[in-house]
């Protein structure tokens, strides 16, 4: 029972300390610059002010980036710009997005190999030969009442701010669970001792409250994957509500990723089912008059397990990032320093919050896939 008390406590100061940062440093500097600029613009030109674009600057946010801000805004700032890698139709091109210059509406064109490149929504094309009217060097077209850029693309394998958060994430767990499994050896017997001691408590609640329960004795041969990805999605998840180098992406927000997991319950489901499962999905225990309207809502009802999956993850982890960045923007959309105390408590308070929904999602995510899994290879009774 102490550790379990040692680990609550650990973890509450943790998330207090990183809830306060979160809401003391989130985004000052795109802040800051915006409202600069807004000034500058109405000084320059003897216009009214300009408002504060809310939608622009919280999208802007939790949306992928091919850099790093660690402090300051643009050429004033110190950023960490990533790799942009493409295949092309002139072969491998690679280069830093720092050629780009922080543009992203596609004014700046990068020529490698023979080829232009331009950026724009974050997304790279190949350049038109000339710019047009607001010198953009590529084509928009409105469709369904969307501004579309309507250039072609190369296949971009680039090393965005998710890619590389996952990737560290990814070497984080290989180490310390490394060290874990290393310390299991040593002292097999013992009592465990250091970051074993810390671990171990998470480690037995996936193990007895969501493998054993759902997946009976065969829970074993599937521990490896609901431990890689409850601690998968949940240091992601916290990773995301730092504001700071090397957090701050919004990896599980984004809807590529949690199918990516989805699927892989998916594969899971579907390649370790029994023959029971498979009977009940193309052989329902139903009258013979409803077979034909069963089965295909069965088969059916294998994709939809999966889409749940993803979405509810991603619009969780989505919803939690644009309720703090509003709660924020509050004081800049009123202009007003009355409001700032409100707006930064409950900001606190929703970014404190965000820390515990981080490990629940974690945990329905690895309970709903072991539920899954479980129903496919239950033995029939």
């Not at 945990?363 to 072991?370: E, H, M, N, P, Q």
Request: with cysteine; glycine share 6%; hydrophobic share 50%.
């Amino acid at each position: 029972m102490s550790k379990v008390k040692r680990l609550i406590v650990v973890f509450v100061l943790f998330s207090a300390f990183l809830g306060f940062s979160t809401t003391a440093f989130a985004q000052v500097d795109s802040v800051s610059v915006s409202g600069h600029e807004a000034v500058a613009h109405a000084e320059g030109h003897g216009e009214e002010k300009k408002a504060f674009d809310i939608t622009s600057f919280i999208f802007h946010h939790i949306s992928d980036s091919h850099f790093f801000t660690l402090f300051g805004h643009g050429d004033h700032g110190v950023t960490l710009h990533l790799p942009i890698i493409l295949w092309t139709d002139n072969g491998l091109v690679n280069f830093s997005s720092s050629e780009f210059k922080f543009n992203d509406d596609g004014k700046v064109v990068v020529e490698k190999n023979g080829q232009r490149f331009a950026i724009a929504h974050n997304k790279i094309y190949y350049a038109n030969a000339t710019a047009d009217a607001h010198g953009s060097y590529v084509s928009h077209e409105v469709k369904d009442g969307e501004e579309v850029v309507t250039n072609a693309r190369p296949l971009d394998f680039s090393v965005t701010k998710n890619v590389f958060s996952m990737l560290l994430s990814i070497i984080v767990l290989v180490l310390v669970f490394t060290k874990v499994a290393s310390s299991y050896k040593k002292r097999q017997g013992k009592a465990p001792k250091g970051m074993q001691s810390f671990l171990e408590p998470i480690i037995l609640f996936v193990r007895d409250d969501i493998a054993r329960p759902n997946l009976g004795h065969k829970y074993a041969a599937f521990m490896p994957y609901l431990l890689s990805v409850f601690f998968f999605i949940w240091i992601n998840n916290m990773l995301g509500l730092v504001p700071f180098f090397p957090g701050g992406a919004n990896v599980t927000g984004n809807i590529a990723l949690t199918m990516v997991l989805a699927a892989c319950t998916f594969l899971i489901t579907t390649f370790k089912a029994n023959k029971y499962y498979w009977g009940h999905i193309l052989n329902p225990p139903v009258p013979w008059w409803l077979k034909p309207l069963m089965i295909p809502v069965e088969i059916f009802g294998m994709f939809t397990k999966p889409i749940a999956l993803a979405i509810r993850l991603f619009a969780n982890i989505t919803a939690g990032h644009i309720l703090v960045m509003s709660l924020l923007c509050l004081i800049f959309i009123f202009n007003s320093y009355a409001v700032a105390p409100a707006s930064i408590f409950f900001a606190v308070f929703i970014g404190l919050i965000e820390f515990l929904v981080a490990f629940i999602q974690a945990f329905i995510f690895t309970i709903l896939s072991a539920l899954f899994i479980g129903m496919a290879v239950e033995e029939h009774h």
